[in-house]
């Protein structure tokens, strides 16, 4: 019995020991790196010699330009709008495809409306940027052939944002969508049923009877799409580069250009840090959430 | 029982519409690049937008291969994307077998780091890679792109493996362990079949995820022969600031190729390994 128990440590220890090792070496040592960095004033265009230990100084730096705070106020703004805006279209899709009235397109649908979602952000990027091009656009075309003005979506500072938030939408939605499609499956039809045969209006059997069923699924969508978009960088540093100004840098790409356009790779790793604290913190609260949800 | 039938037929009716305004909504702009990277540019750049071409030109096509390094940036991502997936399928699954078989100390606390690594944002990790592998000569290499995303995959893909494997029932390894199987054809003979569905689900989060990574790869690729597919891209769009959208469009459905797909293989697993890595994680 004895050896028994040695041969499993040991395997234990083969199979666990690589994956531990290697996420050793290749995330926490750089992770213990990058706080190291941050504690240090440290520019990677500069000689080495003029790197020096400033303590929690670049943190306070961080903390105190009104370029951070503008860009967490835009991230925040960004995500709020970006979630309710997937939900919104999200439950929609989910519901009509959902019906069984045209089962065929429904399946064809279904596969069309998830490439947006396999696309790589870049493509996402490039494909609005000619949308959005605004002598040549589409949109701009289709402003003009209703009477409309152009719209300069990339150099005025509400249009740009709302091009972001569009594209985002764009992009994201049908994972919701299809998240949700699988929650509508849950509800139970002999309850619709039911309620159809007791006279509930379709808004009546909505509200009622779907709703309460797939909470903990949109629940689940605002915490995943939150998460997520909080962290966006690809498509603002594509799309608009943080243009115009600043009015569209993100957390994300605010600290990436502190790194590597300005080359403080130590106030970048101290913002980089600071960016970590507020997603443990939003991953506490909606855990929190979820908590308070289950009982 | 009439009025029955007509509420159905304005039902299908509203529903066809409501089919055709959300189709064109989330089509329309991929058409719309597919078509534009066929048109000449007399025919891009005009103010009434053209929206059904008679001819193909493939002209923009024939000049991005001609021009840039495409073939290059598709073939990196492929070997690059590939590489980190079977890398990391071969460790998470390793892992999750390991944590779901044998019971130690201090198990839960190596699940939460696991967790816990999983939620780092991939910028406190940019800047000291570009850093370290400056010093160990892994910038611009592909090796050493691929290490820094097994990095990024791995507490997922570990996290994934051990709600798969947790549903093969303990008394399957108990009657091989009678029957006298070792540990190591115990995972290669046992398990890895029974969960052969959810590694697949890991397979295409893993692939897609390295497939389409920007930020990490900008920093850490420099020259054209190391690029991957979206910086390439992205490269393509800078440095010529005018870009005519006609090779640009092209470039965008080269790229958009192995994503459709993707998406008409997979979109089932991908939900499936969405929600399992929400729901159990």
Redesign the interface.
Known sequence: MRKLNR???R??I???G???L??FI???I??L??FG?SLFRYN?AMASSSIKFVGFRNYMKVLTSADFWDSTFWTFGFAVSAVILNLLLGL??AV?LN?R??PR?SRL???????????????TA??????F?P??G?LN??L??MGLDRVSWFSEVVPARIAIIIVEV?AT???CM??LM?ALKTVPEELLEAARIDGASWWQQFRRITLPFIKKFIL?IV??RFMDAI?M??IA??LTNGGPGNATETL?ST??KM??RYYE?GE??A???I??LI??LC?FLFLKLAGREKS | MKSMKKKRILQSIGLGAAFLVLGVLFIFPLYWTVITSFKTSSQVFVEKPVLILDTLYLDNYIEIFQKSHVMTFFKNSLLIAGGTTLLSLILASMAGFGLCRYGFKGKKTLQNSILIIRMIPALVYTIPYYIIYNKLHLLDTLAGLIMSYISFALPMAIWLAISFFLDIPSEIYESAEIDGCSEFKMYTRIALPLVKAGLAVIAILVFVGAWNEFGLALVLQSSDAKKTLPIGIASMVQTHKDTPSGSLAAAGVLAMIPAVILSMATQKYIVKGTMAGAVKG
């Open positions: 041969e499993k440590r395997a234990a083969c199979f666990i690589p994956s531990v290697f996420l290749f995330s926490v750089p992770m790196y990058s960095i990677t929609t899709l009509v019906t009235l045209l397109l649908l279904k596969i069309i409306f998830t490439m947006p979602m396999m696309i790589a952000p870049i493509v490039t494909i609005w940027k000619l949308m091009s002598i040549y589409l075309g289709i003009v052939s764009w939605t049908p994972l299809l998240i699988a689940l915490t995943l962290r960088f690809d540093y594509n994300a600290i990436y790194a590597f790779v970048g790793s913002g980089a840090y960016f970590f997603i443990i991953s």
